[in-house]
């Protein structure tokens, strides 16, 4: 690697070559200091022009030259200062080449905003910065551009990574009574019905009180016996939570594909005057109108759910009595941005999960992970009796931060929880179960009492366990299996329409 | 009334006066069809240039002139185009006059949008239009433009009405045992936190119990009693929905303040590639750039509960053996971007609502009304123990409509049940019952098999109820009533931090 920045000093008056140069001579120890020998950051270069200094600065891989500059103001402020009565008003990287290899020669034309130019030779890369500013300077920006355009070229090679799924379980054979798409046999039977928006139904009451038995038999099943406690999390999210969960990195990238929410710039009703008018005469929403009375999102609609739970630990330290933290919540909808994948009530916009997650030492938080793996398998082959596989995956975050570990024995690692939909032979995830090691605890600084904090969460939801079940034990009461039916009340009576 | 339109026919072809003047001559008993004799619309101008037909109507009352306008738009067609193969391409409002009485003499500039002039003599208002396109005068937008002003005018006069508010039950005095602030002792204790949203808080395992008890005493003291079940109604709202049920109309006026959702033009990861390198790079997220990439909103987050349930009937004819349908709905979170009001964890921006829906004959609908009414007095007052009181106001709809009605007994109406906060003395609005009369049904096109459909509905939240509760009775539940706490399991141990 091999780094060189123009740096222009703008110094709050005029000075002379004579009082100025014999100071960044001076300076050559500070800029080595904390390198090897010979290693640390070097001044190639200067001129100077009435109260501008131009000082190049080269370094390899020790004491990278926009920290150098830093350095090099302090000092230049120090010995300037005191004499002199000359301060430092302003620091600009006039010019900043960045030399450094790449994992593979690049197939095509790497682009990365702030940057002049990036060009290749082989596997070496050129990146060129122009005029950036002192808050880019010193804010280490430059070295995530250097990851940035690593990951981009490794990316090329290798494209996305397939998921890694390898089938850990396959579970007994169960009666199936139904071949039909249980989506369709929904809607005709007004169970659910779609609104005016993409991908989202509305629940009528036969299929909530399944949902309702999918919901006693989990805290029978699961969260009575494990000692999970329900709590309720916030299903919008700002922008903040997702910056330190890493899922903003991702937007729109890798399925995380979210809705925004949106507030206006001001609810003063005079503001809205004329948008009302318009929507009192015509009937129709003025979309360009409205636009311009909004604020830029200020985050999104709950996608996963775990993230929004983090704020209830964050900045603090959990005494050892309360870990390990077992909680659930079901208390609203999640949202994603369905493309092609959408289908039917399996695959929605509007999606209500149910979110299982734990918080304790590694050991509590992996114990949890294997009794939870059990329990899930319990609801679904002995109460729902369904035809199911287990399936090891890598979890999102791990994906994104590149790290693949089979041994979900030992560590993080996530579980998928599949069932076959007979009327058309494919698998439908259902629920997962995932050890997330210390991936949350670290990204929002909570810290237990003594020793590490890691966590775990699972998520299901209501609309693939009942697409699950209805599609292959159909709509006849009678064939399904006892062990569920004790959660149902009584299916309220079909409402009929002429 | 005086309404004179100079309007532009373009025709496929040029014409002479001679063909076309008589032909406009003939129309006349076409213009003043259905209008008392000498009332109809009446032609006092026309001009021609080559193939540019203008003519002026007149009209008071009957035969708006741009109805007129399109009548002699089918005439013209007819007696030119049989014979002379002369059709009428396009017509435009050139100028359109039109001269209306209002209910008081403005105080100040009434402003409208597609107006080019609006002026006032006394209480005369002459509205002017240029250039108004066919689909303009076609849709009948100048009739509520006339109303619209009116309506402003009004306002001028009277400002936003005081609500109609009238104490008509007072409860019998019940113990109190807390004189603070419950947000405030909520926090101290953990059982809520803030979180980095406005306006939001994260439910922990001890206030989700105290919830979970005020959802079973709703089941127990309401719902199965009176035979309601529930749904899962939609929470997020497209804009058709809210402009069915009147909101869009009033959108950030009179309080209705929603949140607003957005998605991207598209989720192709390509056109978010530069936003993901920014926030990658600088960790933080380029709104500005963000905004470029979304849609205009397609409509809210759900504000009250009920608009999106009519989505279940729209368009249909429920069965008489169907009804009464009485739900009840608790699936999510609504949304209020809340201004100054906003206060602790009783007027927050995520409130987690309660909604109870009734629809059936005027009959059914205002039996069950009152016996819920009596329920919700019994679940606040002999359950839950709270001195409340019960007032009648006028509900949202029915302040829109500009409709004011005091005998609740006999039909539509609202009655509000608050409840006394002891820290600062106020009441505090806790659950509303309200007879919706035929507004619903009526906006939504659903029909019953036999006679008038109406409906109801009824709105509490988990907040408020659970706000007054502890304002009024405090945190040792040796202090809660023996009725409530019967539906609390236990209350999960408080987490400990350091």
Redesign the interface.
Known sequence: MKLRLSCLYTLTKEVSEKLVYPILKDASEVLERGAPPGEGAKIVGKSLSKDKLTVVIESGTYVRPHDAAFRLKNFLSQKLGKEHHVGVKEIVGKLYEIIFDVPATPSEEV????AKSISFKGKTCTLILEDVSEEFLQ?N?VD??IS?IKEKVEFQQYGTREEHHKIIYEGSTKPMHFTEDPSQELINRKWV?????RN??????Q???L??AVKRAYVDVIYKPLGF?????????????W?KSGH???????GF?P??????KT???K?????????????E?P??D??DL?E????G?AFAQCP??W??LEG????S??LP?K?FDW???T?R?E?GGAHGFERVD?L?RIETLWVGSPDQVQEINLELREKFRVLMEEVLELNIRQALVTPWFMEQKGVLDESVEGGAGTVDYEAILPYNGSWLEVQNCSNNGDSYPKAFNAKA?KGELASGCAGGSFERYLSAFLAQKGFDPENWPKKFRKYITVI??D????
Chains 1, 2 share one sequence.
């Open positions: 682009k990365l905003p702030y804010k920006t995530r551009m940035l019905k779609r609104t005016p928006h989202q139904f509305i629940f009528g009451p299929i909530t009180e949902a309702e406690v329900e709590m309720m999390f916030p299903k919008i999210v700002d922008w903040s939570i910056k903003a990195r991702a937007l729109y990238h890798g594909n809705y925004l929410f949106i507030t206006p609810a003063d009703p503001a809205w005057e004329e948008v009302c008018d318009k929507i009192k005469i015509t009937g929403i979309s360009e409205i636009m909004l830029p999102p200020r985050g609609l929004p739970f704020t209830y603090e330290t959990v005494a009595e309360s933290i909680v208390s609203g909808p949202y941005y493309s509007e209500h009492q309220p009576e409402v009929k329409f002429l």
